[in-house]
């Protein structure tokens, strides 16, 4: 069973700075993607940053120049850098994983609380 641990969420003030970290444990055969998604207090969880495995990388625009996505080569690690923060980023983050180990795995992590004070 794939699980996912986060970590480096937090407490910033505006213009600030925040890495955050995704381990999934396991043996992955394949990683299709690594993703990262956030959900703030009466939204719906959207997508933030997502890298194939591959490498090729996609950003929601809302980060885009701010936020940098990447993954340890032949680790089921996943960062999340979030540069120039903004009280709008406020909100938990998530971490999910497609790939395949024994059988295909979509797995979320529990989620980290990233709150940007203005």
């Known amino acids: 069973q794939v699980q996912l641990v986060e970590s480096g969420g937090g407490l910033v003030q505006a213009g600030g700075s925040l890495r955050l970290s995704c381990a999934a444990s396991?043996?992955?055969?394949?990683?299709?993607?690594m993703a990262w998604y956030r959900q703030a207090p009466g939204k719906q969880r959207e997508l933030v940053a997502i890298?194939?495995?591959?490498?090729?990388?996609t950003y929601a625009n809302s980060v885009k120049g701010r936020f940098t996505i990447s993954r340890d080569s032949g680790a089921s690690t996943a960062y999340l850098q979030m540069d120039s923060l903004k009280p709008e980023d406020t909100a938990v983050y998530y971490c999910?994983?497609?790939?395949?180990?024994?059988?295909?795995?979509?797995?979320w992590g529990q989620g980290t609380q990233v709150t940007v004070s203005s």
């Open positions: 890298i194939t495995g591959s490498g090729s990388t």
């Open positions: 999910n994983v497609r790939g395949t180990t024994l059988r295909y795995v979509d797995a």
């Open positions: 396991g043996t992955f055969l394949s990683i299709n993607a």
